[in-house]
């Protein structure tokens, strides 16, 4: 059975940083690609950021360019969202994601592409 368990949440004040975490159980996701993505109260799941296998080829939301950073370790069936300079507008139960296809071409963005999730973990910015 395939789980995604993500953590790292919680709440933290604007200007401050998180790291989120998504390990990945019951088969190996090396060769797929990984997102993360965002829902805030309210609003409709919203694309943050995916990463290819190979962990070079990174794309991420206009919102959050500059200040995010996704990562992998295939060793650890595990990626990762750095988080940096977090605006209250970040405020969102995170999830992760996982594409079943490997070697998939293109760039994932939009939630329907993705066959895995993870039960997501709030991040909770203050002002």
């Known amino acids: 059975q395939v789980q995604l368990v993500e953590s790292g949440g919680g709440l933290v004040q604007a200007g401050g940083s998180l790291r989120l975490s998504c390990a990945a159980s019951g088969r190996t996701f090396s060769s797929n690609t990984m997102g993360w993505f965002r829902q805030a109260p309210g609003k409709e799941r919203e694309f943050v950021a995916t990463i290819k296998w190979s962990g070079r080829s990174t794309v991420y939301a206009d919102s959050v360019k500059g200040r995010f950073t996704i990562s992998r370790d295939n060793a650890k069936n595990t990626v990762y969202l750095q988080m940096n300079s977090l605006k209250p507008e970040d405020t969102a139960v995170y999830y992760c994601?996982?594409?079943?296809?490997?070697?998939?071409?293109?760039?994932?963005?939009?939630?329907?592409?993705?066959?895995?999730w993870g039960q997501g973990t709030q991040v909770t910015v203050s002002s």
């Open positions: 994601a996982a594409d079943r296809t490997p070697f998939r071409i293109g760039v994932l963005t939009t939630s329907l592409e993705y066959d895995y």
